[in-house]
């Protein structure tokens, strides 16, 4: 079983940054990627980011790449999502997702890949 609790959401004006990060409860042989994901109201939940356990390779929604960057610190069990140049449309609830599969690309964009979901943080952006 894993727990993720995200934090560092708020509110920001257009053109702001925000890092958001998500603390696992444990790491070895429970997951081996880490994603984020967003829901705006009204809207279907969507991939915005995922990095592996091992090796730290990233995979970016096209939507936010080059603005949005995916990191963790494997030694306290962290993901961070940090997000820059934020537009009102990147208002959402956004959640951090934990995955057992080893398997990599473009499938990692699917909701149904992900075994572990934490709360989720409100990011506000004004315009």
């Known amino acids: 079983q894993v727990q993720l609790v995200e934090s560092g959401g708020g509110l920001v004006q257009a053109g702001g940054s925000l890092r958001l990060s998500c603390a696992a409860s444990?790491?070895?042989?429970?997951?081996?990627?880490m994603g984020w994901f967003r829901q705006a109201p009204g809207k279907e939940r969507e991939f915005v980011a995922a990095?592996?356990?091992?090796?730290?390779?990233?995979y970016i929604a096209d939507s936010v790449k080059g603005r949005f960057t995916i990191s963790r610190d494997s030694a306290k069990n962290t993901v961070h999502l940090q997000m820059n140049s934020l537009k009102p449309e990147d208002t959402a609830v956004y959640y951090c997702?934990?995955?057992?599969?080893?398997?990599?690309?473009?499938?990692?964009?699917?909701?149904?890949?992900?075994?572990?979901w934490g709360q989720g943080t409100q990011v506000s952006v004004s315009s």
């Open positions: 997702a934990a995955a057992r599969t080893g398997d990599w690309g473009p499938r990692m964009k699917f909701i149904s890949v992900y075994d572990y």
């Open positions: 444990t790491r070895t042989f429970s997951s081996a990627t």
């Open positions: 990095i592996r356990w091992s090796g730290g390779a990233t």
